[in-house]
């Protein structure tokens, strides 16, 4: 960890002020900036502490409603006290789930939405800055391609990076239709798709936020059927452990048949990966395991494994049928 | 009891030290309030095998709060460093007690990934941190042999397991096989592992002119003494170290590394004492972990299940510093009676960090192998497993003849057998369920050495009737401070209250290593012997004892001295005459999911024979905990190292995981009455390392009746299982 500044931002336009610099970062909870300083991966020179601004705006920390029946997840919201919200567990409890099956109860009550969504990939080579890594260190080559690479992506992925994007939170989100609401220079709105971007040839870019913006909040549009909603986890232990596939399901369902759906996996994807071809296999059909069977093999058509996580291809089909079974049974 | 009270010894006291420990009063290694104390953070190569080309130390130097940076290039030349002055590391130059190779900055040879090559001291830690982060080495390069699968075996010569021979050869293997109607013949392998105790490794070094105190996080404080003391080429008195408490080891902690003369060497720099904590990071690498292992097992046996061959031949990887061995064939040689019985070690050096001993070292990967195999030969011949190792009993140790000390094996069967509900199992792969999830239920035989070594202890009665007791062993967690508190006042006859037992200073009686299960045996019947003679010296000076004398007047008897005792306990002639190990049977429940092959284990059911008990809820905690490291070992641990660079891919405990609260079931752990009358004096074969013995196996057999599916290769992860 290298001597950095410290400043506790007062109110959003000094937080933007502050953070203009190009070696400035926020820190909101600090479970993902405060590790990687210490692993010298980042290397912040200030540091913008952002969770002062609830004292001034206590929205930016709340769970509100939003007009037309959505809610409104303020970026420095807790991801305790989101999971534990009585409305998001009743109109969204695919979104509490991603956020009790993550990380452990300590994190939750530190960590926040924004820092969530902004997580940077656990590829242990990425963490290690004796390795090459061409989301680190641009051009320098991607060790896992060739490395270890059981818990990394088989969709979405490079021949520059194939890094999984850790969130779980991020995933059912993914299924939703969300929105950021970010503010820089002047308010501006991402449709969470466009958020994260896939690694490309530049792994160094990983979501279309511009340098010093500062997500204000995260918001769920209504979603008739997200009532009936899943997010399933499968980990190598039972708690405190990041996904090696997850699926994030909702489904509409009238009479045994499917009238609308929204798959996202997690795990897998170099993004949190919204499945539209699963969902369209699955729009109008029974809801029979076929069906499902179907949707999972839709959803991962595309995959390129490597040599050690091939095995994910099947365990993602298998986590998806097992979470489209559940919620609509 | 003299007096009639009810012993303390066997009751679920707590721990003496629990009050200090939750409230923040025990002091560990890192926790001395030194004045002026400095901060040293070590700095690690970033290449697996070659040389030091040049460290640029510049930007470091100039650094913030920067006192020194300790290169190969700089740092002192050690005389006890294998005495030689090219500063070439001479394999086992330390020999015991240390049977260690450091890396102490004597020469520019990197021999793994994340190996120490400097050491930055600064007045802060903070300062340190980021100085090290400065420092940029250049190497030359050489390819480092990384995949044990590959590389070649070393010299027979060259592999010697402690306290045992390379082969053993009890009958004739070849003929056994011949003779067998049934036969296993399977390779089962386990991965490299890293212990990871709460609190990192961590050394205070003070000198005090050419005296040096190391305040030391260690399960053996007079090891390091010895070691460190060589190294920096002083005589033993010149270091005194000290651990009063100690945050959990499990073999790490045995000996000494390189962190500890490190320390000492930068406290003599830079004229100050200096803090050396390691990372997380670094624990992997600098301070051992279990080897991996790839064990061939080849039982033959005839249809009642009678064994004519046992062969166990294990390979296991060391480090390009030393020739260390996991001794995972120990048990073969006499866990079942056969008339052939073959072992055999091998070694192939890595350029991984040096293995050294871990929870159950040698036991816990080698019953994974010869007990998965007995479950195999037990399906193989369609027989209970259980009933298979009954058939097998051996009644005297096989190899050697002599008899047991003593051995409760068959009740331990009994004991589990009835309380886990044995008798309802179906044998038939997958005929088990609980809704959708398939259930297995397994089992598997647990044993380990019991060993005594010589230990000293000091008792004395002070004038306000304290009983103070000190022997220089270590408190690792087991509850050292408790047991001997219990030990002394039960011999002396006086509530345990009255004892004050100190420990974790090597100005006290000297006292083997906390590692192997030895402790309380060693200590123990040190600590009896010495309250056994202080009752003794009390009596001659006031007859009737504490029971009818006030201490103040046996100590006025006494010329106004404390009376005091001073004893070195020693095992004897029946080290001879008897084979001792501890034994034990582990039945597991797990639940799989059919589709996702997600395992669990709801129950874990065990009893042992361990001798005496001495604490009912410390010694239950060493077997629970124990269960719960073997969980791990079956289902989760494994530490991985990139095959090209051999730097190690998971260092964090967020990435290696152990068992969380979420994995661990109820475990149910009984304990077989066993009177053992030749052992030692207090009839006591140690509980801290037999937990985990047997575990992985009973899991890998649970595995296999739940699934269909046998894993040979430790970790079961669920690809393992999906397939
Ligand atoms: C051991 C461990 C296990 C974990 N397990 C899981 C898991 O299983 N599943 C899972 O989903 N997550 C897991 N996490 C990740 C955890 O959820 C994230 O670290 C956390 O959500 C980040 O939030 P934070 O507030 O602490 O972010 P910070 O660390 O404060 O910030 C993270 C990044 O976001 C930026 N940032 C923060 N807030 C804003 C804002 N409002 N606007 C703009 N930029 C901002 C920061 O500059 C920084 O770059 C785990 C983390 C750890 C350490
Ligand atoms: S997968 Fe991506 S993050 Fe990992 S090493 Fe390759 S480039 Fe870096």
Known sequence: ????????????????????????????GGTTLIDLMKLDVERPTTVVDVTT???????????????????????????SDVAWDPRVRDRYPLVSQSLLLAASGQLRNMATMGGNILQRTRCS???????????????????????????????GTSEHCIATHPSDLAVALAALDTTVQVRGT?????????FHLLPGAHPEVETTLRPGELITSIDLPAVSFAKRSLYLKVRDRASYAFALAAAAVAVDLQGGAIRGARVALGGVGTKPWRSHEAEAVLVGKRATEATFRAAANAALAGA?????????????????????????? | MSDGRAPSVGAPLNRVDGRLKVTGGARYAAEYPLPNVAYAVIVTSTIAKGHVKQMDTSAAERAPGVLAVLTPQNAQRLPGYGGNTSGTAVPNAYGPPAMRVP?????????????????VVADTFEHATAAAQMVKATYTEDKPVLDIHSAPKNPPE????LGGERTSKHGDVASGLAAATVKVDQTYTTPLENHNPMEMHSTIAAWDGDSLTLYESTQGITSVRNTVAKSLGLTPDKVKVVAYFTGGGFGSKGGPWSHETLAAMAAKRVNRPVKLVLSRQQMFGPVGGRPHTIQHVTLGARPDGALTAVRHESTSNTSTLENWVESAAAQTRMLYASPNIETQYDLIKLNVGSPTFMRGPGESSGTFALESAMDELAYALKMDPVALRLKNYAETDPESGKPWSSKSLRECYATGAAAFGWDKRNAVPRSMRDGRLLVGWGMATATYP??????????????????????????IGCGTYTVMSQIAADALGVPVSRVRFELGNTDMPENPASTGSVTAASTGSAVNEAALALKAKIEQLAPGGLASNSAADIVAKNGGQPVEVTVTSKPGAEQQQYSMHSFGAVFTEVHVDPDLAIIRVPRVVTAHGVGKVLNAKTARSQLQGGVVWGIGMALLEETHVDMRSGRYLNADLAEYHVPVNADVGTIDVHFVEENDPHVNPIGVKGAGEIGITGVAASIANAVYHATGKRVRDLPIRLERVMA
């Not at chain 1, 290298?2 to 109110?11: M, N, Q, R």
């Not at chain 2, 060259?158 to 397991?161: G, I, S, Y």
């Not at chain 2, 004395?460 to 270590?474: F, K, S, W």
């Open chain 1, 53 to 79: 601004l609830a004292r001034r705006d206590a929205s930016l920390a709340a769970v509100s409603e939003l007009p037309g029946g959505g809610l409104r997840l303020g970026a420095l919201a807790h991801m």
């Open chain 1, 1 to 28: 960890m290298i001597s950095f500044d410290y400043i506790s931002a007062a109110d959003v336009e000094s937080a933007l002020r502050a953070a203009s610099t190009p070696s400035s970062k926020f820190i909101a």
């Open chain 1, 186 to 194: 002047a308010p501006r709105s991402i449709p969470f798709a466009d």
């Open chain 1, 125 to 155: 080579y990425f963490r290690d800055t004796a390795t090459p890594c061409n989301k680190r260190d641009p051009g320098s080559g991607c060790s896992a391609i060739g490395g270890f690479n059981r818990t990394h992506a088989i969709l």
């Open chain 2, 450 to 475: 019991a060993r005594r070594q010589a230990a000293g202890t000091t008792a004395r009665l002070l004038p306000d009737g304290t009983i103070d007791v000190r022997a220089g062993t270590q408190e």
């Open chain 1, 304 to 329: 390129r494994p490597h040599k050690d996580n091939a095995f994910k291809v099947e365990l993602a089909k298998r986590t998806l049928v097992r979470a489209l079974t559940e919620v609509s049974a």
């Open chain 2, 158 to 161: 060259t592999v010697k397991p």
């Open chain 2, 103 to 119: 890396t102490l900055l004597q020469n520019d040879e990197v021999h793994y990934n994340g190996q120490p090559i400097g050491v």
